[in-house]
């Protein structure tokens, strides 16, 4: 999973440490996430859970991450409706990054 050396597999998770919940619910996060992440103070993050399955999980992501994820979304719907296989493959490579 870990070469040891800062690297993840992809799709692999990484263990950055702990934080511990406080007495008002405040967590503070690892430094190295925030880092890793471009964490900074103040940032508003976004509270996904699942507790679904024998895994149960909590996931946080920058707001802007999820603007970017449901512009994403909306433009795959607008594409799919048109219909056409040109503007199916144009979202496939776009979502692998192909352009």
Not at 14 to 41: C, D
Not at 64 to 81: C, Q, S, V, W, Y
Request: charge should be positive; aromatic fraction near 6%.
């Amino acid at each position: 999973m870990d070469s040891g050396k800062g690297k993840c597999g992809e799709g692999w998770l990484k263990h950055y440490g702990s934080a511990t919940v406080g007495e008002r619910g405040q967590v503070v996060l690892p430094s190295e996430v925030r880092k890793r992440f471009g964490i900074e103070a103040g940032e508003k993050l976004i509270v996904l859970g699942s507790g679904t399955g024998d895994f149960e999980k909590i996931v946080l992501m920058k707001s802007e991450a999820i603007t970017g994820l449901l512009n994403h979304m909306f433009d795959m719907r607008k594409n799919l409706e048109k219909g056409s296989p040109e503007s199916i493959e144009k979202i496939i490579h776009k979502a692998k990054g192909k352009n």
